[in-house]
Each structure stands twice: as structure tokens, then as C-alpha cells.
């Protein structure tokens, strides 16, 4: 695998990063109880919306690790402290009540993300990974296809945030990838 694919993938992290930021500290103005109000989206609210992201983003984690394990590789950034998901949650599980706790699990996650792309072999992307998605059934694909799904789930909620703070009347601002670079 080129090294254009791992820079795309690390361009993406950084990106997530930048972006849950951004998200993050604008819904910051909105206060808890702006937060947790249902305004008709998936999963409600922005908190929820944003809760089930770090749901999503731990199983999606947990295979990736998993991919490396069984392809003879250790991710030290993807290790057990940072996967820790209670047993039977749900997509749309509320693993976070409290709005300090989601967002330092948010910051934890995000740099566990950037590490493990910046040290992922070359050739990772390439990986078979083999696992069973939440409804119990097998999938096998190369890992880049995951990884591509991985980044565009958490762009097409962290949207749906945005959208959800516009019409609360705030203003997450430029959420281009190109301003980032």
C-alpha cells in the first residue's frame, strides 16, 4: 500500500480530531439541557447524536484492533483502557449522562485514532478483516474499506449535529477538510 493511503487515512484523523473540537466546543454554548433536547434527529439529540458516535467509533476500534491481532500486530494506541465498552451496549446506548465525561472520552478517542493510524503498518490498510457487525452476521472485506466507512460515519453524524446546533442558532463555523490542510 502506498504511503498516499496512510496519509489520506492520517489526513482523516487529524481531520476527526479537528472537527470534534470544533463540534464539541460549539455545542458547549448550548448548555446541558440545549444539548439533550430532543429536536427530532436519529438519535434525538446532539448529546445522544454524539454519544453514539463514541458507541460506534469503539466497536469499529475493537475490530480494528482485532484485524491486527490477527494479522500477528499490536496497536498499543487501540489497547483494552481505551476499548472499554460496557458489555450489551447498543448503538444507541448513552454511555455518557454527564457533558465532561463524554467530552474527555471524545478527546481520548480522538487521540487514540491519530496514534493508531500515524503507527499503523504501510500495509494495514490492505489487512483481510473478518468479524460479525451488530446484527450477528460475518463480513469480510480489506480493512480500507472499514477504515473509509469509519471516517465517513463520524462526518455524516457530526452533520447532523452541526445541523441540529444551526437551527438552535449556533454557528460551528468552517467544516471543510480543505481548511484544515
Given amino acids: 500500500m502506498s504511503d498516499t493511503c496512510t496519509d489520506n487515512y492520517r489526513l482523516l484523523a487529524r ?14 454554548t ?11 434527529a436519529f ?3 446532539v448529546h445522544h ?15 480494528f484492533a482485532q484485524c491486527g491481532v ?12 481505551v476499548l472499554d465498552l460496557p458489555v450489551g451496549s447498543q448503538l444507541d446506548t448513552v454511555l455518557f ?3 465532561q465525561a463524554l467530552r474527555a472520552r471524545r478527546e481520548q478517542l480522538d487521540a487514540a485514532i491519530e496514534a493508531w493510524v500515524a503507527d499503523m503498518p504501510a500495509d494495514y490498510p490492505q489487512f483481510n ?3 460479525s457487525n451488530t446484527k450477528g452476521v460475518q463480513r469480510e472485506h480489506p480493512a480500507w474499506q472499514a477504515m473509509t466507512h469509519f471516517f465517513n460515519h463520524q462526518t455524516h453524524h457530526r452533520a447532523q449535529a452541526g445541523t441540529l446546533l444551526v437551527q438552535a442558532g ?5 467544516t471543510d477538510l480543505i481548511a484544515l490542510v
Fill in 15 to 28: 481531520y476527526n480530531s479537528w472537527m470534534n473540537q470544533r463540534l464539541y466546543a460549539a455545542c458547549d
Fill in 30 to 40: 448550548l448548555g446541558d439541557e440545549g444539548r439533550k433536547q430532543d429536536r427530532g
Fill in 43 to 45: 438519535f434525538g439529540s
Fill in 49 to 63: 447524536t454524539l454519544n453514539h458516535l463514541i458507541v460506534a467509533d469503539l466497536i469499529w476500534l475493537r475490530r
Fill in 70 to 81: 490477527d494479522h500477528g500486530i499490536s496497536l498499543a494506541s487501540l489497547n483494552p483502557q
Fill in 97 to 99: 449522562d454527564d457533558w
Fill in 129 to 131: 478483516m473478518t468479524y
Fill in 170 to 174: 449556533v454557528d460551528v463555523g468552517v
